[in-house]
């Protein structure tokens, strides 16, 4: 079996599982963030049920709205608050103590190697950078998921991406998610599950591992995951609530595709509007006029993508027709970048830096863009109006190119102003 057919069957008690069994697993883990935990909420107490399954494994995060922009937002949130206090649950974050919810949820331990999580949510699947089986659901589905510990599911088939050689200076995960998507297109792994390996895939960091499962909703796939190694152990050591179950992919399992991707080839890539499939190497775009930049979000919010956006901007401003954003992902990325003196850095720069949220990514508030401007960003989307007026534009990038990009005032590539 691959690793996700075998954390399935083992969430179903089952010695084994295929593609196209429908099966009942075990949760190990329910989320959802202040847009879509209200809908769940309101059908959790529609069907009369009194009491979530488990208040330790019921993770309900707001991060999309806050701090709340308007009442309607405040509304959300404080339905959200409430039924959280109502419930007892363990895992209820909110300003202050909150962060985007798919960096703080790995980084304080409550998902391991071995996990069923699902999450209302479709960047739930970064979670599989861990080892774990984690994919987006519905808000009705999380509300079953939260009476019963259990979902319904078809098993996927897998794609296998094998990643080998050497990157190119500047190279980073979000390229390699990038080109796949480019390659595959936005259904190429449709309700299929992404698992990368390879060579270049061990040598990434788990920053780098957690971008790239990230955006496997990006290309269609039910999940993103990648085989836990020894550094997938040593993030897990110290922060991990349980024992991680370490899995990996049978020699002999059965891929619906085996993709095998020379990383040595890739240039730093760009996502151009209106999908994240619409992808060229960033030199390709470099007399592209940009209006602003923001570096952060599920995808590059994490320390290692402020180190990354700090490497090109330190000791240089930002273009003076550049609105430069950075969001860390969490209070703790906030904090480590403060010790590390990136946010000295940014500030230097005359980059704007908020408090961790989702807000610009779906053009919910801060950053929102006006008719006619471009945004490079290192989110995840680019759809029409994704960050605010339909006539505008958002170019996805990795945080090297959006930071070059910040300095020069048009798509640049690092090269072209660190030298």
């Not at 071995?114 to 519905?138: E, M, R």
Request: with cysteine; charged share 25%.
């Amino acid at each position: 079996m691959t690793i996700t057919e075998k954390i399935l069957a083992r969430a179903c008690g089952k010695d084994e599982v295929r593609p196209g069994d429908f099966v009942n697993a075990r949760l190990d883990l329910a989320l959802a963030n202040d847009i879509t935990a209200p809908l769940a909420i309101k059908e959790f107490e529609a069907a009369g049920i009194e009491k979530v399954w488990d208040p330790k494994k019921v993770v309900l995060v707001c991060d999309h709205f806050v701090p709340n922009k308007d009442i309607k937002s405040a509304e959300q949130a404080k339905l959200v608050r409430d039924f959280a206090r109502r419930q007892g649950l363990a895992n209820f974050f909110d300003v202050g103590r909150m962060g985007i919810e798919h960096v703080i949820l790995p980084e304080k331990g409550l998902v391991v190697s071995g996990d069923v999580v699902i999450g209302a949510d479709s960047h739930t699947c970064t979670y599989g950078a861990l080892g774990a089986f984690a994919t987006g659901v519905g808000s009705t589905d999380l509300a079953a998921g939260m009476a019963t510990g259990e979902v319904w599911l078809r098993v996927p088939e897998t794609i296998r991406f094998n990643f080998e050689g050497e990157p190119g200076r500047f190279v980073t995960g979000k390229d390699y998610i990038l080109y796949v998507i480019g390659m595959i297109g936005v259904d190429g792994a449709l309700y299929e599950a992404m698992e990368f390996g390879g060579e270049a895939i061990r040598s990434l960091s788990m920053d780098g591992r957690f971008t790239i499962c990230n955006m496997a909703i990006e290309a269609g796939g039910k999940s993103g995951i990648v085989e836990p190694d020894e550094a997938t152990a040593e993030y897990c050591r110290g922060r991990a609530l349980r024992e991680p179950v370490m899995m990996k992919s049978d020699d002999g399992a059965r891929y619906a595709r085996v993709i095998d991707i020379d990383v040595s080839t890739i240039e730093p890539q760009v996502a151009k509007p209106h999908l994240p499939s619409n992808t060229v190497p960033a030199s390709a775009l470099a007399d592209l006029k940009i209006d602003q930049v923001v570096i952060g979000s599920c995808t590059n919010g994490r320390i290692e993508d402020l180190r990354m956006a700090a490497e090109v901007l330190r000791g240089r401003k930002v273009h003076p027709d550049v609105r430069t954003l950075v969001f860390p992902g969490s209070q703790q990325v906030y904090k480590q970048a403060m010790k590390e003196g990136l946010i000295d850095v940014f500030i230097d720069a005359e980059v704007a830096v908020s408090t961790p949220t989702c807000g610009p990514c779906l053009g919910g508030h801060m950053g929102i863009l006006a008719a006619g401007e471009r945004c490079v960003s290192t989110t995840n989307r680019n759809f029409v109006g994704r960050m605010g007026h339909t006539e505008s534009e958002v170019y996805l990038a990795g945080p090297y190119v959006a930071a070059a990009t910040a300095i020069a005032g048009r798509v640049a590539v690092p090269e072209e102003v660190t030298a």
